[in-house]
């Protein structure tokens, strides 16, 4: 048994594990503020070279951290870490961290108080641009697992544990998949433990256990060769801008529900008990309007606000336009017009079927004299984890000897790579946050509470313990 592995007889393997983390505490904090003064900004190329120093800062740190391996995976964009820790039990389960090292870009002049990578502490607050989102919630591991060994007398954590921390994930992980699918043998995991997500309120934990899909496109409709007179030509050639807005004003029907055929396909509703957990939160609605800059909560009919930001599928106009926009009036037939639209999906929803249906539904609704043109970007697919899914009960249960509470249940209306990870390797996606809305993620004066960090320090403790017990449990 290592020196720092030591426990105190009177304490219980909860108390140590607190102890052991607050006699760490300030080396840990100060290698988290070295870490944060890297401008690691994947969307400006002048921070190139910083993104690369995080990666390398990070790869160095968890190799002093113990990890024997820890290596800087390269892609056509930013580099990723990726790490790995073979437990000594040969039956250990195999768990994978999802993290980014990379940053949104910020200054001082964007109303910061301080500058933005020069981390500081006001009262029991760390503010430094990343803080929350999400370098303090990779950090939190290096500390969490080598408390997990000092207080159960291990060399090795009780999982074989590996991490993939990736540098593109402010600028849309465009090349994250692809290196999920290169490296998949080495990624190879029984569970993956997402940790760039949040809680619901400092005084409510939560744990996610699931997020929405994406699928976007661009309709661009054609008319006239050129914008031609509405007086001579008006009422008797069709107008691409009319037939955009006939378009939108089809998206839904009158209970808000997303009109495109074979659009609910194959969806996974929620259960009575999921939906029983959501009201169980202490949702206000007149607060999230407020944050919403909204006066009037709408949605598909037969669905609280909660259940339509977590857990259906929505279908938005993000952009539309056409013809003379310009100040008086100009009167004309325009020659062509524009909608972009975005499609959040749940689990049992496909976007490959998605942009099928949405495509013969756009031919079907565009009328002869209209050439149309639609493009998709790239999708991003649904996850979700069932309630009784033995490794969600695992990292519950690690949850709730640290907060010493209970702990509800969310989803996030967000997407993400985290269906990468889950689709390529088949395998479970835990969301593993400590964050909340307050923390500024994107904004000024971007924030972490340290005592929520420190509580996630201790959820890492606990739960690889916890996945290994459960770890023959029948999903």
Not at 27 to 54: C, G, K, M, N, Y
Not at 323 to 349: C, D, E, N, W
Not at 439 to 462: I, N, Q, R, Y
């Amino acid at each position: 048994m290592r020196a720092d592995s030591l426990v105190s007889m009177s304490e219980t393997p909860d108390s140590a594990v607190r102890t052991y983390i607050e006699n760490h505490r300030a080396a840990f904090l100060d290698d988290l503020v070295e870490w944060l003064r890297i401008p690691s900004v994947s969307a400006q190329p002048e921070h190139a070279t910083d993104v690369r120093r995080s990666a390398d800062w990070l790869a160095a740190k968890l190799r002093e951290t113990g990890f024997p391996v820890a290596e800087v995976w390269e892609t056509p964009g930013a580099p990723a870490v990726f790490a790995e820790w073979p437990s000594e039990d040969p039956g250990a389960p195999t768990v994978l961290i999802y993290g980014h090292h990379d940053v949104q870009p910020a200054a001082r002049e964007d109303g910061w108080n301080s500058e933005p990578f020069e981390p500081v502490i006001r009262g029991n607050r760390l503010h430094a641009r990343g803080a929350a989102d999400d370098k303090g919630q990779v950090f939190f591991h290096t500390l969490g697992v080598r408390a997990h060994l000092a207080t159960t007398g291990r060399s090795t954590p009780a999982v074989h544990l590996k991490m993939i921390v990736e540098g593109e994930e402010e600028s849309g992980s465009p090349h994250f998949r692809a290196l999920v699918e290169e490296h998949a043998e080495r990624l190879a995991a029984d569970a993956v433990i997402v940790s760039d997500t949040g809680m619901w309120s400092e005084d409510t934990p939560t744990v996610c256990t699931g997020m929405r899909g994406l699928a976007e496109c661009e309709i661009r409709l054609y008319g006239p060769d050129q914008d031609i007179h509405s007086g001579s030509f008006g009422g008797a050639v069709p107008n691409p801008a009319t037939e955009v807005a006939r378009l939108v004003a089809a998206l839904h029907d009158e209970h808000a529900r997303v009109a495109i055929p074979g659009f609910y396909d194959g969806i996974v509703e929620l259960t009575d008990r999921e939906r029983e957990l959501f009201a169980e939160l202490p949702f206000d609605e007149e607060r999230w309007l407020r944050t919403a800059r909204s006066t009037a909560a709408h949605g598909e009919a037969g669905h609280t606000t909660l259940e339509r930001v977590w857990a259906r599928p929505t279908a938005e106009v993000n952009g539309i336009g056409g013809g003379y926009q310009g100040a008086g009036s100009k009167t004309i037939i325009p020659s062509s017009a524009m909608v972009k639209l975005s499609f959040r999906l749940v689990a049992g929803q496909d976007p490959d079927h998605i942009a099928k249906a949405v495509t013969a539904w756009a031919a079907e609704r565009v009328p002869a004299g209209i050439r149309h043109e639609i493009t998709f970007s790239g999708a991003t697919r649904p996850c979700l984890t069932p309630l009784d899914h033995p490794a969600l009960r695992s990292l519950v249960r690690a949850m709730g000897r640290a907060f010493q509470q209970p702990i509800r249940y969310t989803r996030e209306g967000g997407s993400g790579p985290a269906a990468d990870l889950q689709e390529v390797l088949d395998a479970p996606v835990l969301f593993l946050g400590i964050s909340v809305p307050s923390d500024g993620w994107h904004a000024p004066d971007e924030k972490v509470e340290l005592d929520l960090l420190l509580k996630g320090v201790e959820v890492g403790a606990h739960l690889w313990s916890e996945l290994a017990a459960s770890s023959r449990e029948a999903p």
